[in-house]
């Protein structure tokens, strides 16, 4: 059963609904949409603090394995809020481009974390200080993927510009594998600037399906533990060959 809550189609489709199941899983969530089922944020309405989302947890339990002392944080892209209210005992910077987002997340999914500032998040990094973050963590889509800004060799040198020493950068994508040729130029930008780029992939459906990756690009190799990456994998690194 589906409820709509919000519907718009103009400028571009977003929709909120309450729906009995997500994903197989039965009970009462409340879902945010964009066109072409994008679906950017579930919130378990029975247990509103459960982070549903696999991808949030292997970030959150990256960041927490890499730097336990970890407290200033750029984040690009906040749907419903669940990274941005994770990170609330942080001094979180939040960008999220549609001021529309912002105002749904309050209205219909409760939330009162850090403010959150609507600005293009490239845009908005440019104007940080150099060598201020502990991480940044990309986590922006729309019914296309990730913003095509996001993706350029201009964005990742600016990242790496803005975090210490020994900051990370961590991105969630959607790829097919480390043969994906999207992934690989991911891979390829960021290891001509990291000299450590690691591939976490969902584990989910078979070869060649598309599926929430996580890349993490900093200077030290990763640690994690297995049982706390949510069905994340890490996998091997693409071949890149020299240009």
């Given amino acids: 059963m589906t409820q709509f809550l919000h519907q718009e189609t103009e400028p571009r489709p977003i929709y909120v609904y309450d729906t009995s199941e997500v994903y197989g899983e039965k009970g009462i969530f409340r879902v945010l949409e964009f066109g072409n089922d994008a679906i950017q944020g579930i919130l378990d309405l029975n247990q ?3 982070i549903l989302f696999e991808y949030p947890r292997a970030i959150l339990h ?6 336990p ?3 200033d944080v750029f984040l690009i892209g906040h749907g419903i809020g669940t990274l941005s209210s994770a990170l609330r005992d942080k001094y979180v910077v939040i960008s999220e481009i549609d001021q529309k987002v912002s105002d749904l997340s309050k209205e219909y999914f409760g939330y009162n974390g850090p403010p959150v500032l609507i600005e293009d ?3 908005l990094l440019k104007q940080m200080t150099s060598g201020r973050f502990d991480y940044i963590v990309v986590d922006a889509f729309h019914e296309g993927g990730i913003p095509e800004q996001l993706t350029t060799m201009d964005f990742f040198e600016t990242a790496c510009d803005k975090l210490t020493e020994d900051g990370t950068l961590l991105m969630n994508i959607i790829g097919r594998g480390p043969q994906d040729p999207y992934v690989q130029s991911f891979y390829r930008s960021l290891s001509s600037l990291f000299p450590v780029v690691d591939l976490f992939s969902l584990y989910a459906g078979g070869l060649g399906r598309s599926k929430n990756m996580i890349i993490a690009a900093g200077y030290h190799p990763f640690r994690y533990q ?3 990456m949510a069905h994340f994998r890490k996998i091997k690194s693409p071949q ?4």
């Fill in 121 to 123: 998040g490239y845009t």
């Fill in 69 to 71: 002392s970890y407290e």
């Fill in 240 to 243: 890149i060959s020299a240009r």
């Fill in 48 to 50: 509103p603090e459960r």
């Fill in 226 to 228: 297995q049982k706390s």
């Fill in 62 to 67: 990256l960041m927490e394995m890499n730097n």
